[in-house]
C-alpha cells in the first residue's frame, strides 16, 4: 500500500490527493466489503465504504485547504498492459491496446491475480485475524468488552487508542470485529476498529511522516480519528433509531449459501492459503536471505513467480504505480 | 485440549462463514484489474486542488489492500 502512494506522490499527485488514496485504498476493498458482508451485516457492508471515502475526502480537503501548494503536475503513468506486459503501452494507441489479449486470457490472467496476488497479499493477515477473532470468542467473558468498549465516546476513543499502531488489513480486521461485536462491543465502536486499524500503524505512520512532512502526518490522524469517532458514533445511533441487535442479525447473510458450497469454498481458500503462508514462514526463517533478493530485485534463480512477486512488495518501486496495486 | 478444540472449531465455522464471499472478493478484484484501465484515473490525480482528493478516495474503496 505505502509504496503505492509514496510513488503517486513522487509522480506529481498533490499531498490532498495522495493523503485521500492512503485512507481509502486500506480501509475499504471489494475483498473486505464482501466479507463483511459474510461476517457482519447489511448495514456495515455499506457504511464501511462510504465512511472510508468520507474519511479520505475530508482529509485530503483539509490538507489542500491548510497546506496547498500549487505544483500543477501530469502524472507519469504506467500504462503496461496488464495481462503479461507485453507492451508498455507508451506509444500504443488505446484501441489496439486494449485488444493484444482475447477475453478468455484476461479473465485468466485476472482469476491468476486474483489467488496469487490479492489473497496472496492478505492470506496471512486474515488467518492471523480469524484467530485473533477465535481467541476473543473462547477467551474473553463477556462482560469484560461490555463494560469498557459498549458505546459513548469514551469507547470509540479508547478504541482509537487500540486501533491507531495496530496493524491489521481490512479483510482480516473484520472477524476480530464480529467476534468483538459477539462480545457485546458496540457496532460504532467496533467500526472504529475497522476504520483506523487499517489506515494507520507505527511503520506507516513512520513512512508518512516522512512522505508528507510533521504538519500534515498529524493533519492525517487527526482528521482520520475524528471522522471514525463520528461516523462511529453515527453507526450506534443508526442501530437503535432502527432497532437492529447487531449481535442477532451478525453472519446471518451467509445462511442462503449451502452447506456443501461453504465447505468447498473453505477447501478451496486453504488451498490458495498454502503457498503464501509457505512463503511467510520460510520468510520469517531467513532474513538475510530475504534481504538479497529484496536489495537485487530478480528472483533467485529455480524460484517461482509468485515468490518474486512477493518480494518485489517490500521494495518501493516508482514503477509500480500502475494500476496503484503496489502494496506493503 | 478443550480449549484447543473450542479454539480450532471458532476457526473453522469463521472459515466456512467467509470463504465463499472472499473468494468472490477476491475474483472481482482479479476481474477489475484487466478489465478496467485504472491508470487513466490515475493521470488526473496531478490536476486540481479538490478534484484530485475526490477522485482519489473515491479510485481506493474498491481497491484491495
Known sequence: MLPAAA???KQGANKGATTAFLISTPESGVDSIAVTYALLDPLMTIVRPVAAFVTAVVAGIAENTLFWKNEQKTLVVDRKCP??????????PDEIHRHHHSYREKVVAGLRFSYQDVWGDIAVWFFIGVFIAAFITVLVPDEVMATFLGGGVQSMLLMLVVGIPLYICATASTPVAAALILKGVSPGTALVFLLVGPATNITSLSVLFGLLGKKSTVLYLASLSFCAVLFGLGVDWLY????????AILGEATEVIPESVRWLSALLLLAFS???LRFYIKKLLSPTKKQ???ISGFPIAGEN???RNHD???TVKPTHIHNGKGKI | MTFFINLMSEVWNILL???????LGIVIAGLLKVSLNPNTILEHLGKGRFVSVVKAAFFGVPLPL
Open chain 1, 7 to 9: 510513488s503517486l506522490r
Open chain 1, 83 to 92: 495481462v503479461d506486459g507485453c507492451c508498455d503501452g507508451v506509444d500504443c
Open chain 1, 240 to 247: 437503535s433509531l432502527l432497532d437492529i441487535s447487531p449481535v
Open chain 1, 274 to 276: 498454502v503457498q503464501p
Open chain 1, 292 to 294: 538479497t533478493t529484496f
Open chain 1, 305 to 307: 513467480m509468485s515468490k
Open chain 1, 312 to 314: 518485489s512488495k517490500s
Open chain 2, 17 to 23: 462463514d467467509a470463504s465463499f464471499f472472499i473468494l
